[in-house]
Each structure stands twice: as C-alpha cells, then as structure tokens.
C-alpha cells in the first residue's frame, strides 16, 4: 500500500505519479489523502491488482488534481478510482478536479465480497464522493462485472446539483443501460445528478458524440419503482405491494397520491422526498401501508453464515449526515455559550463555523450534534472577532468583513434533523450560540 498524508503547512506541495506500471500487486492501494496540493496521476498502467479496498484513492481536503491518460484495466476492488473530498480548502473558493482519457476495462469486485441490498452501490469503476465537484469527460467505461460503472456520490444542499459526466463511452449505445449503470441521484437524492449526455457513440477517444435526442425515462411499475416523480402519479392497491428500491422523488409542482389498501415495501436507506405533495387516503379499516422489504429479496441465502464484512460500506447520508463531525462551543462566558468550531480532521484543528444561511433550524441542528438543549432559537448579530482567525494570516487578509451570529437555545427535541453539509469559507458570518435552560 503507498499511502502519502499531505501535511497542512504543506498546502502548496505537488504530488506526481506519472508512467508507472502498477501490475499483479496483493492489498494494492495507492492514496493520497490530507491538505490541499496539486496531485496529477497520468500515463499509468493498472493491471491485475487485487485492491485493499480501492486501488486509487485521492481524500481530504480539495485537491487540484487530475487523473490523466490512465489504463485501469482487470483490477479487483470495491472501486477502482474513488475521489472522495471532505473537506474545502481555505485558500481558495473555487478548486478544479478532472477525470479524463483514462480506460476502465474488465474491472471486478473480489470473488469473496458479499452482497448486500441492491439499493447500495457496493462496487463502482469511478466514484466523486464528498464535498468536491469533478469533471469527468473522454474516459472509457467497460466493467460489467462491477455493479456501477459512476458512482455521482457528490453532497450538495442544492436540489439541482449536476455532475459533468458527458462524452464518456459507457460500454452500450443505449441510454437506459448507460442510466443503468450511474448511481446518482435518481438511486439516492442526497447524491447529484449526473449528466452523462451527450455520450461518445464507440470505444475511441476520438468517437463522436451521439446526435439524437436525450433519452427520458418512463415511470414503470411493473416492476421495483424509485427515482424523479414529474407528473401527477396515483397509486391504487394491488394484491403485490410496491416494491421500492430506489429513493422516490415527489418533484415541485407535483402530487403523489396512496390510495386505502395500498402498501409499498422498501429496501434499506431507501425513502420518499416530497417536494411536492403526498396525499395517502388510508382509513382506520385500510390504512397505507409502509413497510420494509422481505430480508429473502435482497441478501443470500449463506448471509447468516458468513464472516463480517471488515471493508467500510457506503451509507445513503441521511441516515448518519453529521458522521465523524465534532462541533464545541468557545469564547463564551459558560459551556452553554460561545462560538461554534467543527473539528477539521484533515488539518487536526478547530476550526470556526460560518455559514450565510444560517437560522433558528441550523442552530437547532448544531446543538443537537453537541448533544445540548435544542429548541426556541433566537439569533443575534454581533460585531465580528479578528481574534477567531489568528493563525490563518493569508486567510485574514481575504476576509470580507461581516456579522456573527448568537443564538439563545432553550429545550430539548426528541429528534434530529441535520444540515447537508459545513463549510468554513472566505465571507466570515460566523456563528455563537447560548443555550438557557428552562427550570420548572
């Protein structure tokens, strides 16, 4: 395993690996992880190796990376090429990342790997996950014994968030197999939407583009049903339940009607996004029902028997969306009253939190995390402290000054709806919280 940890004083290192020949290597994995830098891997040759976990991994902090002119070809992994960005950089608001000219051909997922619900993308030749958007243009796709060939795993707060997948050969000419074979939003609407049209018509970089007209998928329930709901849908009862397999989208402007007696059963981390409306006409005699999928339809019979898997899976993000973050409260008078920092794990610092869309939910959301009281959020604006960016000179010197936020906080909630995501970012609205406690 070749693992490089770019260090965070370190942010205008360059990293290069370029016409190398990695073949037939056990417990490959070639990483780059920590702060920003400039990272290029081009002209290499991938063959045969059996992958940790992935073969190529680039993590951390946004990087300005290119992945370049690369063969990866009958390699055994979970993915084979994974950006997977966490965290931004400070220095800049905006950080280029390309995946371009590279062949994925015969890839596969390890013999032994097992399966599980078809609703996780368990294996992919290319995954953008994270914080980062990425280019993706002129590769070739061809790995049918992986379950994906792009995983659009990009986190984004915005509903209409496009990843540039277009003049790629996907392995087929037609677009529903090309649809098939991208996870993105359509499978779980926390991810973004791949664009992968128009597409390379043949396996050469120099293929043509396709000509014809974009391809749009038709609601079918013949069979598991997910994806975008955009026109008027109702569903009647049936004697076999609505299986569902893929996150449903309820669109804008657009109503999905349950009608009594009609039950639909869904896989794991799958679920209904209304941004609509929902209308289910169930009664006490015949409600609608919403259950789980039978474990038989998704997981082998020799599941039970089998070892724990100890390779990390990937886990639909609204069911754990603040995973891994630490927020603390400083510079109040008393633990329930301060500025809000989030630990970077990247830099091993805290760092102060800003946010221009910040409200009386966030504030909720952010006590919740630290485990406080969370409920009747009050903001106050308050001048800004230069002291909360000692240490960051050159980020100092790009600040537009701006207002920080206090939030009273008083009672607790049972549950917790979190934020998309936290950014620290160059127009500093920073923000402070106290908590005040009801006494009976």
Known sequence: MIFMDVCHVCFILSLFAERFYWQDNVNFALHIDGFYCNASISGNRFQGNKCRTGCVTLSGTEKQAEVFDNEFVE?????????????????????????????????????????????????????IRGLQNVTINRNLFSNPLLDFELLGGQASSLLENYLDATENYWGTGEQPEIVARIFDFDDWNSFAIVEYFPFLVSDRYNSRKYIGTKWRPIFDMSGPIGGRITENLRLKPRSQPYVVSRDLTVMNSVSLTIEAGTELQFYPNIGILVLGSLVALGTKDDPVRFSPVPISQYMTPSRESRAVDPNPRIHHPDLIPHFGYQLRLTGGSSPDDGYIEIYNATEHRWSIVCDDGFNDMTAQVACRTMGKEASNVVVRRNPYYDIFVFGYPLMHEQVTLSDIFTIHVFDKLASCVSLSFWHVCLEFVTISVRINLKTD
């Not at 990342?97 to 890839?107: C, E, I, Q, T």
């Open 75 to 127: 390699n055994y992994g979970r993915y084979i090429v994974e950006l997977y960005m966490n965290s931004h950089t400070p220095y800049t608001q905006w950080v280029e990342a390309s995946v371009s000219y590279n062949n994925f051909k015969r890839n596969s997922r390890p013999s032994d790997s097992p399966m599980i619900a078809t609703s996780s993308p368990t294996s992919y030749a290319l995954g």
